[in-house]
């Protein structure tokens, strides 16, 4: 896809290719630094409920700052990340439940899950958007 293209809203109002790039990938991040470190170092974790709004405006915010090339590489890295240390744990530890900076109940397992319905969702919405972008280039 042409820069534009990743630039252009995926749908009248919502955001655009490289916004949700940027938002999987800084959710990714957070997850990543403030839970998967912190557990496979034994330490306690930091990741605390915080306003989901204001992160998602940030996220699309931080995606004007950075080029398309810059977003795949990031996002790339952190989700190979959080699968590297995903694989090296055992089923027990990825169970286990911790508790979070907010003192609630946290694992890995459940955060994996909860996650893959919401890849899911930006996945439809990327590939529709990829096939109408195809199609008018066709």
């Not at 009248?12 to 998967?36: N, P, Q, R, T």
């Not at 709004?53 to 795949?72: H, K, W």
């Not at 694992?107 to 919405?125: M, P």
């Amino acid at each position: 896809m042409e820069d534009a293209d990743w630039e252009a809203p995926l749908e009248a109002g919502k955001w655009s290719l490289k916004d949700v790039l940027c938002h999987i990938m800084l959710w990714d991040k957070y997850f990543y630094v403030e839970a998967l470190v912190k557990i496979k170092e034994g330490l306690p974790l930091t990741a605390a409920h915080m306003d989901f709004n204001a992160f998602n405006a940030n996220a699309v915010l931080y995606a004007r700052t950075v080029t398309r090339q810059e977003a795949i590489r990031l996002f790339v890295l952190y989700r190979t990340k959080i699968i590297e240390v995903a694989a090296s744990l055992s089923d027990t530890a990825l169970e286990q439940n911790h508790r979070d900076g907010d003192g609630k109940k946290f694992s890995i397992c459940k955060y994996l899950r909860d996650f893959i319905s919401h890849d899911k969702h930006h996945k439809k919405q990327i590939e529709k958007y990829a096939a109408a972008v195809a199609a008018t280039k066709a």
